[in-house]
């Protein structure tokens, strides 16, 4: 039999977000690292600082990940910790995007804000997430 208490439909929400937040973050970074880095022409980013965007999304992707299979008894403060990394993460790449705006071409900045508002989209859930635990 399956717990259809409000509890246990919160767990697998969680769970379900910690696993979307973890595979968007590995789609981040191989596209950083194996697509933008390696045409490098195409969007005038610096190679190192792709791959450092790509490091932090691969880190962020293990916590997702090992929070959505070890299943911690609070949830709250892992979904926490991922809204500031991500939030942490826009404002890096935004600033980024402002200080090489006039080298990035414009696929470049179509690329960073585009991600950007998707992992915003995202935040917004997780935080609407977090609001059912209170």
Same mark, same amino acid.
């Given at each position: 039999m399956y717990d259809k208490s409000p509890n246990s439909k919160q767990k697998i929400v969680a769970a379900r977000i910690f696993l979307?937040?973890?595979?968007?973050?590995?789609?981040?970074?191989?596209?950083?690292?194996?697509?933008? &880095?390696?045409?490098e022409a195409l969007f005038e980013m610096k190679?190192?600082?792709?791959?450092?965007l790509a490091s932090? &999304?691969?880190?962020? &992707?293990? =916590?997702?990940?090992? $929070? &959505?299979?070890?299943?911690?008894? $609070?949830?709250?403060?892992p979904l926490k910790a991922v809204v500031w990394a991500n939030?942490? =993460?826009c404002l890096l790449t935004l600033g980024l995007v402002i200080y090489y705006y006039h080298?990035?071409?414009l696929l470049g900045i179509a690329y960073f804000m585009g991600e950007i508002v998707v992992i915003l989209l995202l935040v917004r859930l997780?935080?609407?997430?977090?609001?059912? =635990?209170t």
């Open positions: 979307i937040d973890g595979t968007g973050a590995l789609v981040t970074a191989a596209l950083l690292s194996l697509a933008l &880095a390696r045409h190679p190192d600082i792709l791959y450092f932090l &999304a691969v880190l962020f &992707a293990l =916590y997702s990940f090992t $929070n &959505a299979f070890l299943k911690p008894k $609070n949830r709250r403060q939030t942490s =993460y080298t990035l071409t997780e935080t609407k997430v977090i609001r059912t =635990y």
